[in-house]
Each structure stands twice: as structure tokens, then as C-alpha cells.
């Protein structure tokens, strides 16, 4: 008997009006793909729109009337796991409600990090945009399967200056 495949969802953040081809193509297969903010332009969402459905809300930098459209925080049920996106981790940290949630993916650090706890698995999938100081471009994956959730950072290959 075969193995259900798992549900995956491309995370990507930060991309502050640069959709790098590699993040692209690290995101291609998706499922579902969730932006965390600091968007910089619409076409992105499109671009992004193109590989799967999105789920993307307004970050600090997102300005404009295509970015009004955007909430500053989702919550979203992806393959019977909820997932609340958020930009700045640290407004949830001061007013969240978590009921139910499984995964919070978040951006504005631009740093890529995984960390479970409480039980609930915390997601940034760090900056596809452009680099900030020495830290790497990275996007991330989010495995849903049997009601587990998994997750996966993947740093782009992209020239170091």
C-alpha cells in the first residue's frame, strides 16, 4: 500500500520587492505557500500565486493600496493543521491568541530559525529578498502529514558579497 504524501507548504518572508529565481524554484511542488510579510510588491504575490495558492500578510516595510488589501495577521487550516502567519513575532508574543494553532510562521528578523514550544512549532523562514549583513537567503518548507507538522529551512545558493 503506498504512503500518503505529505502536504507541503513553501514559507517564504523578507523578500522586500525581490523574487530571486532560486526561491522560486526552492518553493516549485508547493501546495500552499505562505509569504510572512515584507512583501514589497504585488507581483510577487502573483508570481508566487502561479505555483499554489497563498496566504501572505502585511509587514512593517508593506505600503500602498495593494498592501492595505493584506491583513497584518492569518490564520489558516492547511491539511487539517492551523497555521497563524504574522510578520513581527513579537506583536504576537504581546497580545496572541493561540487556540488551536499548530505552526506560527513569522519574518522581520531575517533570520531562519525552527523552534517547538508549548507544542506549537515556530517557523522563520529568514529573508528571500535581499541580504542583510552576513546572513543567508533562505526560504523553508512545511511538512504536514499524519497530523505532524515538520519543518525544513533551505538556504538559497546566492553569491556571498
Same mark, same amino acid.
Given at each position: 500500500?503506498?504512503?500518503?504524501?505529505?502536504?507541503?507548504?513553501?514559507?517564504?518572508?523578507?523578500?522586500?520587492?525581490?523574487?530571486?529565481? $532560486? !526561491? %522560486? *524554484? &526552492?518553493?516549485?511542488?508547493?501546495?500552499? +505557500?505562505?509569504?510572512?510579510? @515584507?512583501? =514589497?510588491?504585488? /507581483?510577487?504575490? $502573483? !508570481? %508566487? *500565486? &502561479?505555483?499554489?495558492?497563498?496566504?501572505? +500578510?502585511?509587514?512593517?516595510? @508593506?505600503? =500602498?493600496?495593494? /498592501?492595505?488589501?493584506?491583513?497584518?495577521?492569518?490564520?489558516?487550516?492547511?491539511?487539517?493543521?492551523?497555521?497563524?502567519?504574522?510578520?513581527?513575532?513579537? /506583536?504576537?508574543?504581546?497580545?496572541?491568541?493561540?487556540?488551536?494553532?499548530?505552526?506560527?510562521?513569522?519574518?522581520?528578523?531575517?533570520?531562519?530559525?525552527?523552534?517547538?514550544?508549548?507544542?506549537?512549532?515556530?517557523?522563520?523562514?529568514?529573508?528571500?529578498?535581499?541580504?542583510?549583513?552576513?546572513?543567508?537567503?533562505?526560504?523553508?518548507?512545511?511538512?504536514?502529514?499524519?497530523?505532524?507538522?515538520?519543518?525544513?529551512?533551505?538556504?538559497?545558493?546566492?553569491?556571498?558579497?
Amino acid at each position: 500500500m503506498k504512503a500518503a504524501r505529505a502536504f507541503t507548504v513553501g514559507l517564504i518572508s523578507d523578500t522586500h520587492g525581490l523574487l530571486r529565481p $532560486e !526561491a %522560486l *524554484a &526552492a518553493l516549485e511542488g508547493s501546495d500552499h +505557500v505562505v509569504h510572512a510579510g @515584507d512583501i =514589497g510588491d504585488a /507581483a510577487i504575490l $502573483e !508570481a %508566487l *500565486a &502561479a505555483i499554489a495558492p497563498v496566504t501572505a +500578510v502585511r509587514g512593517n516595510n @508593506d505600503t =500602498g493600496p495593494w /498592501a492595505r488589501k493584506l491583513r497584518e495577521r492569518e490564520t489558516v487550516e492547511l491539511a487539517g493543521t492551523r497555521i497563524h502567519v504574522i510578520h513581527d513575532l513579537a /506583536a504576537l508574543r504581546r497580545d496572541g491568541r493561540l487556540d488551536g494553532v499548530r505552526v506560527v510562521v513569522s519574518g522581520h528578523s531575517h533570520v531562519p530559525r525552527t523552534v517547538e514550544e508549548d507544542g506549537i512549532l515556530y517557523v522563520n523562514p529568514g529573508s528571500a529578498g535581499p541580504r542583510r549583513f552576513r546572513l543567508p537567503v533562505s526560504v523553508g518548507r512545511l511538512e504536514i502529514a499524519k497530523g505532524a507538522a515538520r519543518a525544513r529551512l533551505l538556504e538559497l545558493a546566492i553569491a556571498r558579497p
